[in-house]
């Protein structure tokens, strides 16, 4: 069973605060499945 990782996307985010975390789950596809969540 895959873990997921929800990423929180709000005003003002900064780029690479959110896809340096998104790059390094999404190197793990049989492990982690990345999703979005935007405010």
């Keep these: 069973m895959k873990k997921v990782i929800t990423c929180l996307i709000f ?4 780029t690479l605060d959110l896809f340096g975390v998104v790059e390094v789950f999404g190197r793990l596809p049989d492990i982690y499945h990345c999703q979005f969540v935007s405010l």
């Excluded at 005003?11 to 900064?14: A, G, V």
């Design 11 to 14: 005003d003002d985010f900064e």
